[in-house]
Structure formats: C-alpha cells, structure tokens
C-alpha cells in the first residue's frame, strides 16, 4: 500500500496532513498506540529535518506499507551552493545552526555537503566534510550521486569505536537518536541536488 503524496513546506503548509497521514497509515496496519506513537515521532523527525533548510524548500511526502513493513519517504530538491550552506550553518547567532544536533544533524549536514554544485573545487571540499557520514555511503561520490544507509554507518562507527574519539561521539549520538532507537533503518539518496530520505520500520 502507498499513500497518496502529501506536498509540505517549512512554514508548515502540509505538515498537518503529513501527520494525519501517518496515523491513518498505523491504523491501516492494525498498530497499537505505542506503536503508532512511534510512527509518528519518526515522520516528525523526518519533517523537522526538511524545515531545518531553507523556508523556499518544498518536499514530497508519502508512506508505503507491506506486511508489518512500513516506509516513510520524503523526496525534495535542494539547489546549494557555497553562499546558500553558509547562510544554513550561520542561522544562529553562534555561527552554527542549533538544528544540527545528533545523527539528525549529521544527515542534514552530510545533504548540505553532498548536493553542492558538480564543481571539482566545490566537489572535493563537499567530500573531505563528509566525515564520519561517509562511512555510511554505498557508492562513489564524484558521478554527482550518494547513497548512504544507517545500518552501514551503525556497523562501522561500531569497528571504528575504539580506534577514533570521534566515533565514540557519533555513538553516543545514535545512542540518544529518537530516530536511531525506533527506526530499523535510514537511508538517504542523492542525485545532484535531488534527494530522497527514506525511513524503515518493522512492527512485530
């Protein structure tokens, strides 16, 4: 089963339906309330994620269910450029955005460094401030494309743990992580400037 495409905005322009979408999608499933409690808390993280990006930012938002499967997907288009990342990371008056907390916060950066232009001096600093997120990523990234998943990035902060100070910062992140604790798995595609978040949860 999908869900018809809900079209939301960080003004909050269907942010509402997004949610009420949500709640008809675990009662379809046959979901408890602590179970369709946790669907939501996850298409609420993946909704602030979106307003957390420029107030033009539009995005797609839908469900899929199957069995005791249920995705949750956003797809948006994110033109960046040096100018635009600056003003996202100069938000606050502290010089970064207080949005970017956590693996939320590392997702939202890694979509800020990987949709810069295809430019090779644009291109190779966006790689380089990857970081710890590339560890996640499944494929190479100069074609312009990304494709990172959390359950490979789970695995190998986990390998790197007791080698890098800065894996057992992102570990302690995951272990805080509304997202990381409910989710059975996260997966974010780019292509360009195209990008599509896509949350996996199991109800048993």
């Not at 675990?26 to 609420?44: M, N, V, Y």
């Not at 996202?88 to 997702?107: E, F, T």
């Not at 291109?123 to 190479?140: E, P, S, V, Y």
Request: proline residues 2%; glycine residues 6%; contains cysteine.
């Amino acid at each position: 089963m999908k869900t018809e495409i809900i079209n939301i905005s960080p003004n909050g322009t269907g942010m509402d339906k997004a949610l009420e979408l949500t709640e008809k999608t675990g009662a379809f499933c046959g979901l408890d309330k602590k179970a369709a409690l946790r669907l939501r808390l996850l298409s609420e993280e993946v909704i602030e994620l979106m307003r957390s990006f420029t107030d033009e930012l539009t995005g797609d938002f839908w469900l899929e269910a199957k069995d005791n499967l249920v995705e949750i997907h956003l797809k948006t288009d994110i033109p960046m450029d040096l100018k635009t990342k600056k003003e996202i990371i100069s938000v606050s008056s502290s010089g970064k955005n207080s949005a970017v907390k956590g693996m939320m916060g590392r997702i939202r950066e890694m979509i800020a460094n990987a949709t810069m232009p295809d430019d090779p001096e644009t291109k190779a600093m966006a790689d380089q401030a990857l970081g710890l997120m590339a560890l996640g990523c499944q494929m190479g990234s100069y074609s312009g494309s990304y494709s990172w998943s959390m359950s490979t990035y789970v695995a190998s902060i986990d390998k790197a743990y007791d080698v890098q100070s800065e894996a057992q910062t992102a570990k302690d992140e995951l272990e805080k992580s509304i997202v990381a604790n409910l989710a059975d798995d996260v997966t974010v595609h780019i292509v360009n400037s195209s990008v599509e978040i896509a949350i996996y949860k199991s109800f048993n």
